[in-house]
């Protein structure tokens, strides 16, 4: 069974950058049947698409995000890397990473998530 | 590239059919057969409960149907349970592998 597990620290300074990680077990970020995304949610808020990536490093990302948005693939690791700078308390929220499967241009699998909070 | 819109909440009594129903535009929903729809129930990740707009993966119920009609897409809940009892997201595919979610609909089984 796939399982997604992000992680990185879960309180970042206004003005600095944000990173993550999700790690993946029981399936492979190489495989060319899959792409691999960051989703968010502000608390109480909707969810919002961050990018995707492919596992040869194509990368793909919201327009209104694309500035301080950057995702990463780690194929010796089998996971994959978000960063977004210059954050605000407006990115304030759950990410999760998530898998796209090309077939059906949907997420399959989701990881729980993990809270990130802009405050100094 | 702007959300896609839901209503806020639905309800129903059980046994009932509810149907959400979310509007784009014809840059994403009106576009491509792509909308999938998730469940959220509190403080739990995503699920796929529908995805090309219609079809079901392998384990949803078919009590849940989904439909499009010009730039909204629609999902259906047929005899309404208690643990139908979540958030529900649709997601469009937005052209230049980019996608769209929409603001989100809570479900409530009176």
């Known amino acids: 069974q796939l399982q997604l597990l992000e992680s990185g620290p879960g309180l970042v300074k206004p003005s600095e950058t944000l990173s993550l990680t999700c790690s993946v077990s029981g399936g492979s970020v190489s495989s060319n049947s899959y792409y691999w995304g960051w989703i968010r949610q502000p608390p109480g808020k909707g969810l919002e698409w961050i990018g995707t990536?492919?596992?040869?490093?194509?990368?793909y990302y919201n327009p209104s995000l694309k500035s301080r948005v950057s995702i990463s693939v780690d194929t010796s690791k089998n996971q994959f890397s978000l960063r977004l700078n210059s954050v605000t308390a407006a990115d304030t929220a759950v990410y999760h990473c998530?898998?796209?499967?090309?077939?059906?241009?949907?997420?399959?699998?989701w990881g729980q998530g993990t809270l990130v909070t802009v405050s100094s | 590239q702007s959300a896609l819109t839901q209503p806020a909440s639905v309800s129903g009594s059980p046994g009932q059919s509810i149907t959400i129903s979310c509007t784009g535009t014809s840059n994403d929903v009106g576009s491509y057969n792509l909308v999938s729809w998730y469940q959220q129930p509190p403080g739990k990740a995503p699920k796929l409960m529908i995805y090309?707009?219609?079809k079901r993966p392998s384990g949803v119920s078919n009590r849940f149907s989904g439909s499009k009609s010009g730039n909204t897409a629609s999902l259906t809940i047929s005899g309404l349970q208690a643990e139908d009892e979540a958030d529900y997201f649709c997601c469009s595919y937005a052209g230049g592998t980019t996608y769209v979610f929409g603001t989100g609909t809570m479900v409530t089984v009176l």
């Open positions: 090309e707009g219609i």
């Open positions: 990536i492919y596992y040869s490093g194509g990368t």
């Open positions: 998530a898998r796209l499967e090309t077939a059906t241009v949907a997420y399959d699998y």
